[in-house]
């Protein structure tokens, strides 16, 4: 059922929503009349509404708009740029072309391959993760993400001694252990250190939240995960841990047209298998 929030959004439902900790994830928001249901009315309302849609999504973690008739990577862009955040330079592994401004395609993997939960971390932390389904696939190809307090309360329910010493010890991810800094002069400074397990982000509850690659990275020829003294985080755990972010997931059916938001700082995302095609683009935000 649906409930006006006032003149700008409605509430809406997708199939997969969560109740997690009071919060909905994701949050719908829909268009508040079909007059309104066009992305000009969608960016106007997004300028007006700036710091009030900022805490909605720190407050629900994710937040879908739906139902705007977004239909490229430009109208997509304007989105983003509407919202006042800064653009944050993506370095890392995964492949991505450029499309226009601030929009980039997402992993360019294979469809056929699950990409495993993480959060964007590989050089700087953005705080804000922006996808938008420009072509929804046939089958499959969701974007599962799961609340990261939620996995360090479990594991800590079930593992207390083995994720302190997690905690204590560092991580290491062998060659992909080390952070880089972009210079002043444009240059780069590797930086070798562990990573933590888990963090704590300011105005999200005090929640400590699993910001790490363990069950991704754990037992992978190139690039495994260890504590960062060496000791080999037991299989059992990583196991578990691997199970447990499966059952907290949640996830919906792309639409055309979708704009989700992400907490980096709360939220591990991934991607399900699927038919082709699928085009789903993505910006990135301090």
């Given at each position: 059922?649906?409930?006006?929030?006032?003149?700008?959004?409605?509430?809406?439902?997708?199939q997969g929503?969560k109740?997690?900790?009071g919060?909905?994830?994701p949050?719908?928001?829909?268009?508040?009349?079909?007059a309104?249901?066009?992305t000009?009315s969608?960016?106007?309302?997004?300028?007006?509404?700036?710091?009030?849609?900022?805490?909605?999504?720190?407050?629900?973690?994710a937040?879908?708009l739906?139902?705007?008739?977004?239909?490229n990577?430009?109208?997509?862009?304007?989105?983003?740029e509407?919202c006042?955040?800064?653009?944050?330079?993506?370095i890392?592994p995964a492949?991505?072309?450029?499309?226009?401004?601030?929009?980039?395609?997402?992993?360019e993997?294979?469809l056929?391959?699950?990409?495993?939960?993480?959060?964007?971390?590989?050089?700087?932390?953005?705080?804000?993760?922006?996808?938008?389904?420009?072509?929804?696939?046939?089958?499959?190809?969701?974007?599962?993400?799961?609340?990261?307090f939620?996995?360090t309360?479990?594991?800590?329910?079930?593992?207390?001694?083995e994720?302190?010493?997690m905690?204590?010890k560092?991580l290491?991810?062998?060659a992909?252990?080390?952070d880089?800094?972009?210079?002043p002069?444009?240059g780069?400074?590797?930086i070798i250190?562990p990573?933590t397990?888990?963090?704590v982000f300011?105005?999200?509850?005090?929640r400590?939240?699993?910001?790490?690659?363990?069950?991704?990275?754990?037992?992978?020829?190139?690039?495994?995960?260890?504590?960062?003294?060496?000791?080999?985080?037991p299989?059992?755990?990583?196991?578990?841990?691997?199970?447990i972010?499966d059952?907290?997931?949640?996830?919906?059916?792309?639409?055309?047209?979708d704009?989700?938001?992400?907490d980096?700082?709360?939220?591990?995302?991934?991607?399900?298998?699927?038919l082709?095609p699928?085009?789903?683009?993505v910006?990135?935000?301090?």
């Open positions: 059922m649906e409930s006006s929030t006032g003149k700008d959004f409605k509430i809406g439902e997708c929503q109740v997690v900790d919060e909905v994830m949050l719908v928001l829909l268009p508040p009349e079909p309104k249901a066009d000009e969608l960016v106007a309302t997004l300028k007006k509404n700036t710091e009030w849609f900022d805490q909605m999504i720190i407050k629900n973690s937040v879908l739906r139902g705007f008739d977004v239909k990577a430009e109208d997509f862009n304007e989105i983003v509407a006042g955040w800064e653009d944050i330079r993506y890392g492949v991505r072309t450029h499309i226009y401004k601030r929009v980039w395609t997402a992993n993997g294979p056929s391959e699950f990409m495993y939960y993480h959060h964007e971390m590989v050089l700087e932390n953005p705080k804000k993760v922006i996808l938008f389904c420009e072509v929804p696939p046939p089958e499959g190809g969701e974007t599962p993400f799961v609340p990261s939620r996995v309360e479990r594991m800590l329910e079930e593992f207390p001694e994720v302190e010493e905690e204590k560092g290491m991810v062998k992909m252990g080390m880089v800094e972009w210079l002069d444009g780069l400074k590797t250190c990573r397990l888990t963090r300011e105005g999200r509850k005090g400590r939240m699993w910001y790490n690659t363990v069950v991704g990275m754990h037992g992978k020829e190139i690039s495994s995960a260890t504590m960062a003294d060496g000791t080999e985080i299989d059992h755990v990583v196991k578990r841990c691997g199970e972010l059952e907290e997931s949640i996830q919906f059916k792309w639409e055309k047209g704009v989700l938001f992400f980096n700082m709360a939220l591990l995302h991934g991607r399900r298998p699927s082709p699928r085009k789903v683009l910006a990135t935000c301090k």
